[in-house]
């Protein structure tokens, strides 16, 4: 088994932008995706409020 990965890196490889162009649509795509890939939801939850955070708190 891996290492886990940080919610940053995780949603750095799905954006492959700036995050400071992320939109709550590409939030839901990171969503749906990280969904997809099997991660479990207590996986998933927080990572997407690390990555709200982020976006809400530090990029605005």
Known sequence: MGTPETAQSVA???L?????TA???VVR????AQNETGRPTSTIDPTLSA???FITRTLT
């Open 23 to 25: 939109t709550a649509e």
């Open 29 to 32: 795509q990171f969503q749906i």
């Open 51 to 53: 990555l709200s955070f």
């Open 16 to 20: 492959i932008r700036s995050p400071y």
């Open 12 to 14: 750095s490889k799905f």
